[in-house]
């Protein structure tokens, strides 16, 4: 048997600039990202918090380790997300990932870039329980503002 996947809700975040903290020891750089705002819709519906961050280990080989932690208001309650996942980028635009400019991400065909997370949800209202009883995934994209996010339920 095959696990299936079933469509709960998007998460659309705009965010700040990065700021880059220091360079790790393989060439690449830790930086954190500030979530500004953002929208909620299907099985659930609202608004992203501001003041969330993205927390992000961007590797010389184009592999980013990013943990990001973020509320939403919903029309059901509020939900924590912590968010830890994994975005690789084609090998041909990895010189890019060190530019102050990240706009060539918008360049970037969106299934050519791998952006998966495995989100954790708090949730504050029996309403919302639903969010802690099943495992589920991110599919994760880039956009001109900040992120598109999609979650899955496994079944």
């Known amino acids: 048997m095959h696990p299936e996947l079933k469509h709960s809700f998007s998460v659309e975040i705009r965010v700040d600039k990065p700021t880059v903290i220091n360079a790790t020891a393989d060439g690449g750089k830790r930086q954190l990202i500030a979530i500004l705002e953002g ?5 659930i519906t609202g608004s992203v918090l501001p003041g969330g961050i993205d927390s992000q280990i961007v590797h010389s080989d184009g ?3 990013l943990s990001a932690r973020y509320g939403l208001q919903t029309s059901q309650g509020c939900v ?10 084609p ?11 990240m706009s060539f991400f918008n360049q970037i065909p969106p299934e050519e870039i791998y952006f998966k997370a495995v989100p954790k949800f708090e949730v504050y209202s029996e309403t919302l329980r639903w969010m802690t009883e099943s495992i589920f995934v991110c599919i994760g994209q880039r956009t001109a503002e900040g992120v598109s996010l999609n979650f899955y339920e496994i079944l």
């Open 39 to 43: 929208k909620v819709t299907g099985r």
């Open 63 to 65: 592999t980013c380790h």
């Open 80 to 89: 924590y997300i912590e968010n830890n996942g994994i975005r690789r980028i």
């Open 91 to 101: 090998e041909a635009w990895r010189n890019k990932l060190f530019e102050e400019d």
